[in-house]
């Protein structure tokens, strides 16, 4: 019975640390932006809380015709 009840925590523990892990994942975008601002605010260099899109890595291409 006790190895059943041991088997069960480590079971429990690893859902716990699985949920964390979705939550971190599905919250990325959220945590950077606070860590942007608090970022911003200990160094004072920065005004707003702005972080670059990751659309901005593709140029916009005209075609010459």
């Known amino acids: 019975m006790k190895l059943a009840r041991f088997v ?3 079971v429990a523990a690893s859902l716990a ?3 964390i892990i979705c939550a971190v994942i599905a ?3 959220k945590i950077a ?3 942007c601002c608090v970022k911003g605010k ?3 260099k920065v005004k707003t809380c702005s972080y670059a899109s990751e659309y901005d890595d593709y ?3 005209e075609l010459e015709a």
Do not use: V
């Open 8 to 10: 069960l925590k480590i």
């Open 17 to 19: 640390l699985a949920a």
């Open 27 to 29: 919250y990325w975008d």
């Open 33 to 35: 932006a606070l860590f």
């Open 42 to 44: 200990l160094t004072s």
């Open 59 to 61: 140029a916009d291409w």
